[in-house]
């Protein structure tokens, strides 16, 4: 230490003794027969007691978490395995099972107008898990509208093309475009469609009216456009009454409203779409499919149309690790989850999606797949537990050479103290009442050295300090 203390840390110094002294009461309360202060209630605190109670709140926070899955138009291949993909992701863990205690987030159903509904509100922040098809990038904005849950959607619509939230977590299944149409219509192609026919295209915000749309405007139909708000379920009953003639359906094979629609001698069949390799040049998100005969007992013959890649998509607002966790826990029961919808992926769903795929990934669905779980040994969390500990380590090595470097200065003050209030040492009681004094404050910095408050150096210091005040004092 110099012989001269800044003003600054002096001033300092004196407002640390009232503190000290606090502290030096409090030093000599115990708890469990051990002092508060001490280095092990240190290592307790911030080793074992603050982990605990952020794991604590962090359980507490995903217990009361509840994520909305959008499920899609009512009647749609979604909305049939929506409560599938549900009852899977709210299953208990065996941890949460002997904990009695829910540790996954919940997730709770609710309609969307489709696709492009489902970009909208993720991308707002008001929906966190749903379906889309994957290369669609029109303009969700228009789709803001389509719900009648949408106000919180339009509150949010700021938001929308500033980030992009929605990433893909799995690949399901293929989703043919069905196009039903009327049998005493006498069509062979869809091409064919008279100008001015009633037809519904799907609803706004929906896939099927993103991809209607573009086959009209490609093959130049002049068609008049009904049901602009109808779902699948809703759609299907206005054919049936007459409504309209020819009905888009963008959904997966075999679905309950198609073959509602499709019975054996029924009025109603399937239109093919003819030139689909031009479509799928135009438009790289478009597949050419085929749907099967005897999928549906009025389909005889093989029908060429297009289709699309129906994926699982989340928002970025679910980490990692609940990304992770939702795509290990729908891979281990995909084929239940997909048994009965033709045309599905779950074969190839142990690949990573991102090679077949124009959406991008979610970060915790591509560490599931390439076999990186972001767990406890994990670099970026072992580096984030590692700062921590080298703060507080940081801030601990601080405080220990702030109060070393206090108590040698309380030492000295209370030399010159003394040695003021001693003017010369020719009075032999007085010299011995010093020397008394001095010899007290050198067995408190013995004590305080061997109990490594204060270090050889630093007591050497102060003894070196003694003696010079002792010889000035004699002149």
């Known amino acids: 230490m110099s012989d001269e203390l800044p003003k ?14 606090r502290i030096s009461r409090l030093r000599h309360k115990t708890l469990f027969r051990r002092h508060l202060l001490g280095i092990t209630s240190f290592v307790l605190i911030f080793v074992l007691l603050v982990p605990v109670l952020v794991i604590t709140t962090f359980l507490l926070n995903r217990n009361y978490t509840q994520y909305i899955f959008l499920t ?11 409560p599938r993909i549900q009852s899977i992701l709210n299953s208990p863990e065996p941890i949460e099972q002997f904990l009695h205690f829910n540790i996954a987030p919940d997730f709770k159903l609710r309609p969307s107008c489709g696709g492009l509904d489902t970009n909208a509100q993720i991308n707002a922040g008001t ?42 977590l799995l690949s399901l299944y293929k989703s043919p475009l069905h196009v039903v149409v009327r049998s005493n219509l006498d069509l062979d192609d869809l091409q064919g469609i008279p100008a001015g026919t009633r037809v519904y295209l799907g609803g706004d915000g929906s896939s099927t009216h993103f991809v209607s749309q ?95 890649h129906t994926v699982l998509v989340a928002s970025t607002d679910l980490g990692e690790s609940e990304a992770y966790e939702i795509t290990k826990k729908l891979t281990e029961h995909i084929q239940d989850l997909l048994w009965d919808v033709p045309l599905n992926l779950a074969r190839g769903i142990d690949n990573d999606p991102s090679k077949d795929l124009i959406y991008p990934v979610h970060d915790g669905a591509r560490r599931f797949f390439t076999h990186n779980p972001p767990f406890f ?37 209370i030399i010159d103290l003394i040695m ?46 003694i003696k010079s005040m002792q010889i000035l004092n004699r002149v």
Do not use: W
């Not at 899609?72 to 929506?82: F, L, V």
């Not at 580096?383 to 206090?406: D, K």
């Open 8 to 21: 600054e840390l002096t001033r300092l110094y004196r407002y640390v003794k009232h503190l000290d002294r």
């Open 72 to 82: 899609g138009p009512a009647g749609s291949t979604t909305a049939y395995i929506a």
């Open 127 to 168: 929906a966190h898990l749903g379906f889309a098809e994957d290369g669609f990038f029109g303009d969700s904005t228009a789709s803001l509208y389509c719900t009648l849950d949408s106000r919180p959607v339009q509150e949010n619509n700021k938001n929308i093309g500033l980030s992009k939230k929605m990433r893909v």
């Open 214 to 308: 573009l086959i009209v405007e490609h093959f130049g139909l002049n068609i008049d456009r009904r049901g602009p708000s109808l779902d699948f379920d809703q759609a299907a009953q206005a054919l049936i009454n007459g409504e309209f003639d020819v009905a888009f359906f963008l959904a997966g094979l075999h679905t309950e409203v198609l073959k509602s629609l499709l019975q054996q001698n029924s009025e109603f069949q399937l239109l093919p779409i003819a030139k689909t390799e031009s479509l799928k040049t135009l438009f790289p998100y478009l597949e050419s499919l085929a749907i099967p005969p005897a999928i549906y007992p009025s389909v005889q013959n093989e029908i060429q149309t297009i289709g699309t």
């Open 377 to 413: 040994l994990d670099i970026a969390t072992l580096t984030g537990i590692g700062a921590y500990f080298s703060v507080i380590y940081a801030c601990y090595a601080m405080l220990i050479e702030f109060f070393r470097n206090y108590r040698v200065y309380r030492f000295l003050s």
């Open 420 to 465: 003021g209030r001693t003017p010369i040492l020719s009075d032999s009681s007085k010299s011995a009442l010093l020397n008394a004094q001095l010899q007290r404050l050198r067995r408190a910095a013995l004590q305080l050295m061997r109990r490594r408050k204060i270090t050889y150096d630093e007591f050497s210091y102060i003894e070196d300090y």
